[in-house]
């Protein structure tokens, strides 16, 4: 019975792979057989190469003709054997940083062969009696036979010819591979020949190396084959599958596009679908727009009809969203089918197939949107103009305020009764009261319009808190508060930071505390943040506390008091009046600057504000706390009478940085035990002991500080000693004229700056320093005969420009008071024209005048002068605030005195006047 043959049965793709792995792992091994074969040859001729090379380079500088005069060994002791062993040493040795360091040949020597053929070793550089481990000597000696010559060495000897060996040969001091390289007398007569030995060991090591190459290589052309096989019947069975999977996907294609097409089509919104070249636009969107579908039926109809001649630039807009992989939506402006422009949001989605865009109706949403942006420029308009508002208003207001205020400060100068006095010191107090609401007011419309802008440059943090404190010292003593401020020496002297709002912030805290306390005492404290670093150069943030014994806050009051136009109390606003920004505007300016601004209340005990200030430190800083003390004030002792807080870091820390020793006691009866001078009284106790008694006035009464003064100055004169007493206090107007009366030697008001302590105290001290008693001039105005000296002292040509009657009334009587006559012009041609023909010392200028304002004078001035006749210029403004005078600085004027007029300002700017 016949049987039918069977069909050959097709290889699988793996043995495909398997065969494919085995032809690609033959062809890899005769090529690296061939690569290896090649290296093989490819080292042996460098090495031959680089050795024959060697030699004949030595053999280029061996001097053939000495060469002949060695012929026995007992000439290596010689100058002339040595100097001709430097060629071979210099190419045994090179050097590295000045140190000689041996190369990788073994030996380098020269040969000559007898006319019988002998070969005779003459030139060797090896140290003579340097061994081998089998006992044989390693240097070569001069006509030392050499049997063991390999057969290139016979070569080059008998032929002239460098060579170098092919394999490496052995003789009794190795197994070497050698280059030779022969060397000729100044005859041109061959002499013999440079022999440069490297050792077999080197060489195997070079020949070993290329050899575990082909060793890796042919075990990478295993691994290799067999991966390629592998990952060949991989490949095919990958080109089946995906054969398949394409004519899947075919159809899943077909598919999808049904599937989203019924899914845009129910689509409640407006969509539209994409997919190769099907368009499709659901029944919302076609109702929405107006169109049939046959007029959107394709993706250039739709931006034929719905853009029109925006079609290029809408169809350029797309291209590029759909390359970003269409990441944010779009707002289009899409023209109905009646003609009018509706807008569209269209947020389009990618998938693999194709696209889907949702499209919602947002034309009213827009509308609304731009009444709401229209409405808010309105707003900011508004504010602007609120702004701009109070300003001018502002400046009118200061305008006659200044001649309100100047005239009744001319008015209390001059001789009034009691009661007259007394009702013009209440206009001029209503009047100060009245410019402080209206600074408070321009802050908070110039905050509220975002006009506010913080700085940062370099101050010296101790003068500006110092500087706010001598604001406030004169009103604590009208009101008998101790006033006390603790700044730590290891606190930083300059930072980083806006000057001007950190004194502001300060300024308004401090103003509160003294409004609001009725007795007790005002602590202003500076403190680093926990955690915050105290290293010059970086950043740091610093705490700031002022703590009062007031009337306090209710708890339930505590969320008003940094509300715009808001007070703790409406009982309190009627008290104490005010209008509510002072504490609004300080949080403002602290959250500005980077930082927070709180308070702890107990009603009935007081209350601590407290607000932190980010700063950088500022290297190679100075300040007031650098200031180092006078020398006399070094071992004095001084007895130190009060029980205030803060004595430590306002009196005691300063002394004794000073080296003064201090002792403090707390009452006046301590001080008097201390101050006996009976017999029994202990060493060191007794009144000569003390150079200086500090005493602190509102320790007790006005009396009893008298009596200890009386009792200090009569010990003193007593004993011919020379013991000075100091009142140290905030209630100047109780102890001054005790003060006198006692012969007190000093009296300062607290807080008390130390460079300032240390003069005064180093002035009592020295015995050349008189010991007169001052006072500030706040509390004792200056008589008017003395101011109207000031002419006499300092005489100058003062022109003012001004354009209020008013004002030039004030100003012309003001002047009058210090002794000047001076010019007055009402606009700024006018002042141009005045200063152009005659020559002032300087100018007080008006900053908001018509025509020209004060800084396009100023300008015109320094233009328009030679140097030698520019003079000082003052500004003169209503507008009052720390910028403002920063302002005038910066547009080129030289000082500034602000409206209304105070005379210690006015006096203060005369001063300071620089004569040309």
């Avoid at 599958?241 to 689509?267: D, F, G, K, P, S």
């Avoid at 103009?385 to 200044?402: G, Q, W, Y």
């Avoid at 401090?510 to 500076?526: D, P, Y």
Wanted: aromatic fraction near 8%; charge should be negative; proline fraction near 5%.
């Amino acid at each position: 019975m016949n049987s039918r043959p069977d069909s050959p049965v097709p290889l699988s793709p793996h043995w495909k792979g398997m065969f494919v792995g085995v032809v690609v792992l033959v062809a890899t091994i005769v090529v690296s057989a061939v690569l290896h074969f090649r290296a093989m040859h490819a080292l042996q001729a460098e090495v031959q190469d680089k050795l024959m090379r060697t030699a004949m380079a030595i053999a280029a500088q061996i001097d053939g003709d000495a060469h002949r005069t060695f012929t026995e060994t007992a000439q290596e002791s010689t100058p002339a054997y040595a100097a001709a062993l430097k060629p071979l040493a210099d190419a045994l040795y090179w050097k590295q940083d000045g140190r000689p360091l041996r190369t990788d040949y073994r030996y380098i020597y020269t040969c000559i062969m007898k006319e019988n053929g002998d070969i005779f070793f003459v030139l060797d550089p090896t140290p003579p009696g340097q061994l081998r481990p089998d006992g044989v000597e390693e240097k070569s000696h001069i006509m030392q036979p050499y049997p063991g010559a390999s057969k290139e060495l016979l070569l080059t000897l008998r032929t002239g010819q460098p060579q170098a060996d092919r394999e490496p040969y052995s003789d009794q001091w190795g197994t070497f591979v050698s280059g030779y390289a022969p060397f000729y007398d100044s005859a041109g007569k061959q002499v013999g020949a440079v022999g440069v030995d490297w050792q077999a060991e080197t060489y195997a090591a070079r020949l070993s190396g290329i050899r575990r190459a082909w060793y890796l290589q042919m075990f990478l052309c295993l691994v290799s084959g067999f991966l390629s096989g592998v990952g060949t019947g991989m490949a095919l069975v990958r080109r089946e599958r995906a054969e398949a999977a394409r004519r899947h996907a075919i159809e899943e294609e077909r598919r999808n596009r049904e599937r989203w097409q019924i899914m845009v089509e129910t689509l409640p919104k407006p969509a539209v679908h994409l997919q190769g070249d099907v368009f499709w636009i659901n029944e919302p969107l076609l109702k929405s727009l107006g169109y049939r579908r046959d007029e959107l039926a394709s993706l250039d109809a739709w931006f034929t009809r719905l853009f029109g001649e925006r079609a290029t630039e809408a169809r350029a807009n797309y291209e590029a969203d759909r390359e970003g992989g269409f990441l944010r939506s779009r707002e289009l402006n899409l023209r109905t089918a009646g003609g009018e422009m509706r807008c569209y949001e269209v947020a389009s989605h990618a998938y693999k197939p194709g696209e889907v865009w949702l499209l919602e109706d947002i034309t009213e949403r827009k509308a609304f949107q731009t009444s709401l942006i229209a409405a808010r420029e309105e707003a900011e308009a508004a504010v602007q103009a609120k702004s701009a508002f109070l300003a001018t208003v502002s400046h009118e207001i200061r305008t006659p305020m200044n001649g309100v205020i100047g005239m009744t400060n001319l008015l209390l100068e001059s001789p009034l009764e009691s009661h007259q006095r007394e009702m013009a010191e209440t206009i001029r107090n209503s009047g100060e009261a009245l410019v402080v609401v209206i600074n408070d007011i321009l802050d908070y419309s110039k905050i509220e319009a975002g006009g506010m802008e913080i700085e940062s440059e370099p101050f010296d943090l101790r003068a500006c808190v110092e500087d706010c404190l001598d604001l406030f010292a004169g009103l604590a003593t009208e009101k008998r508060l101790q006033l006390l401020y603790t700044l730590p020496w290891d606190a930083p002297g300059i930072i980083h930071g806006d000057r001007l709002r950190v004194r502001q912030v300060l300024c308004n805290l401090i103003g509160n505390a003294i409004k609001f306390t009725e007795r007790g005492e005002i602590e202003v404290r500076v403190e680093f943040a926990e955690g915050a670093s105290k290293k010059s150069g970086e950043r740091t943030t610093l705490r700031f506390l002022v703590r009062d014994t007031g009337i306090g806050i209710r708890p339930d009051r505590m969320n008003r008091l940094f509300r715009d136009f808001s007070q703790a109390d409406v009982s309190t606003a009627r008290k104490y009046g005010g209008t509510g920004l002072g504490l609004a505007i300080s949080r403002r300016l602290v959250e500005l600057m980077g930082g927070v601004i709180s308070v702890e209340s107990t009603p009935g005990e007081g209350a601590t504000f407290f607000f932190t200030l980010p700063a950088l430190i500022e290297p190679l800083e100075y300040s007031d706390a650098d200031v180092e003390a006078p020398g006399s004030l070094r071992g004095a002792q001084a007895l130190v009478v009060s029980a205030g807080a803060g004595i430590d870091e306002q009196i005691i820390e300063p002394l004794r940085r000073a080296g003064v020793q201090c002792v403090v006691v707390a009452t006046i009866a301590q001080a008097r035990e201390r101050l006996k001078t009976d017999a029994t009284a202990e060493a060191g106790s007794r009144l000569g002991d003390w150079n200086l008694v500090l005493i602190d006035a509102a320790l007790e009464s006005g009396d009893v500080a008298q009596a200890l003064c009386s009792e200090v100055n009569a010990l003193a004169v007593a004993q011919a000693l020379k013991t000075q007493a100091v009142v140290v206090s905030t209630l100047l107007t109780v102890v001054r004229e005790p003060a006198r009366e006692t012969g007190v030697a000093r009296w300062s008001d607290r807080p008390l700056r130390a460079p300032a302590l240390w003069r005064m105290l180093a002035e009592l001290i020295d015995p050349k320093a008189p010991a007169e008693v001052s006072a500030p001039a706040r509390t004792e105005p200056r008589p008017v005969a003395s101011a109207a000296a000031l002419a006499q002292e300092k005489p100058l040509r003062i022109l003012v420009a001004e354009d209020n009657q008013v004002n030039r009334l004030v100003a012309r009587r003001l002047f009058e008071r210090f002794g000047y006559g001076i010019d007055m012009v009402a606009n700024g041609h006018e002042a141009l024209r005045a200063v152009q023909d005659r020559i002032y010392d300087v100018i007080f200028i008006d900053v908001q005048m018509p025509e020209l304002n004060g800084y396009q004078v100023t300008a015109h001035i320094r233009e328009s002068l030679p140097a030698e006749r520019v003079p000082w210029i003052v500004a003169l403004t209503a507008n009052a605030r720390d910028e403002d005078r920063e302002e005038c600085l910066r547009r080129g004027m030289n000082d500034y005195v602000s409206k209304p007029i105070n005379v210690v300002d006015l006096e203060r700017a005369l001063r300071a006047v620089r004569k040309k």
